[in-house]
């Protein structure tokens, strides 16, 4: 039998993990003859919910989850893991400014930051999902000098699966006909969700979809989705959160196909204009766990000119939160 791998997941508790665990213990990560252990992260407030939540996955008699470890301290939830999935923070609670926000879940990513240094395994792969997630992932990486940016990545799947889904839907294609979709910067409504380089089954999107329909639905209708779930639903999404951080996990693990690429906030190395040092979305493929930014991609004005607001809105973020690093 193979030794299991360690897994952790912050935010035990919460929605997303209530999805998120029993797809990793039903195998959906590392398939069906690889066993795992799972370490659960929360705060002591929320661990009555987090023991229902164990007794249901212990319900499940999963043969892949051979152990789970239930814990409040950092320093024991990350220990010798090799993946982690950063999905705990703070929601804005009421008269709650962004600013406060912003603060307050900062710290959260510092601490955690700085435990995954202390106890992690050296290629633990840690993916930030819990919001802002891209300015979370810059902290924990600013904390854990002891392991590579490389590291750490934090979530655009669920908006990279999000304009898969809504261009395939308007030329009547399966999500799997659609190639090289690029959602740049940041996991926001200033987020860029690009069709100039994308592909419906070989041909260019842009030949296919008018103009008009790029720029006044597809743009807005993948920026404002999260904003469109949560008003239909009254709870922001769960399950399509957490089928995309399972997405971009093995992405990550098992590699991009090789005529296709994926969206990733990765820290900046300056492509693209960016400044380095932000943890901004790119087009990205991965190869044997690593990941390189897709280069030389044409950037017309129109992009550009978004790429910049989302890289502006992200140095914001960056500059509230510096005193963290
Ligand atoms: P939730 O509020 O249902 O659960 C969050 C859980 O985190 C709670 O159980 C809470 O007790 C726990 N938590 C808070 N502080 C913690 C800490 N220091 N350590 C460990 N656990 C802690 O929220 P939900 O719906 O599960 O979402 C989680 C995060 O993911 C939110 O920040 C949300 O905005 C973000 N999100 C990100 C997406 C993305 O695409 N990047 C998509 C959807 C949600």
């Known amino acids: 039998m193979k030794t299991p791998i360690h897994i952790a997941v912050t935010g035990a508790a919460g929605q997303i993990s209530y999805s998120l665990l029993f797809r990793l213990a039903a195998g959906l990560l590392l398939g069906p003859d690889q066993p795992i252990v799972l370490h659960l992260l929360e705060i002591a407030p929320a661990m009555p919910i987090l023991k229902g939540v164990v007794m249901e996955l212990q319900d499940c008699a999963s043969p892949l989850l051979h152990r789970i470890v239930v814990t409040d301290d950092p320093l024991v939830a990350f220990k010798n893991v090799d993946y982690a999935f950063l999905v705990g923070a703070r929601p804005r609670g009421p008269g ?27 290629g633990v792969k840690v993916l930030v999902t819990g919001n802002p997630a891209n300015t979370n992932a810059l902290i924990a990486i600013k904390n854990a000098p002891g392991l590579k940016p490389e ?59 008018p103009k ?28 399509s959160a957490a089928n995309a951080a399972i997405d ?78």
């Open 248 to 325: 971009q996990m093995r992405t990550w693990i098992f590699g991009t196909d090789t005529s296709d690429w994926v969206s990733m906030g990765i820290l900046s190395d300056g492509s693209y204009g960016i400044e380095a040092g932000l943890v901004f979305s790119y087009p990205v493929t991965v190869l044997n766990g690593e990941v390189s930014i897709v280069k030389g991609l044409d950037i017309n004005e129109f992009s550009l000119q978004r790429l910049r607001v989302s890289e502006a809105e992200l140095k914001e973020e960056r500059d509230a939160v510096r005193y963290l690093f």
């Open 151 to 209: 590291n750490f990545s934090c979530m655009s799947r669920l908006d990279h699966n999000r304009a898969i889904s809504h261009l395939a839907e308007k030329c009547g294609v399966l999500a799997t006909d659609i190639k090289n979709m690029t959602v740049w910067g940041n996991h926001s409504c200033t987020q860029y969700p690009d069709l100039h380089h994308a592909k419906v089954k070989g041909q260019d999107a842009l030949s296919l979809v």
């Open 212 to 239: 008009k329909w790029f720029i006044e639905d597809f743009i807005p209708t993948v920026q404002q989705r999260g904003t469109e779930v949560l008003t239909a639903r009254g709870q922001s999404s769960a399950a």
């Open 96 to 122: 709650m400014l962004r600013k406060d926000l912003l603060e307050v879940n900062a710290e959260i990513f510092a601490v955690q930051g700085r435990a995954l240094d202390a106890v992690a395994s050296r």
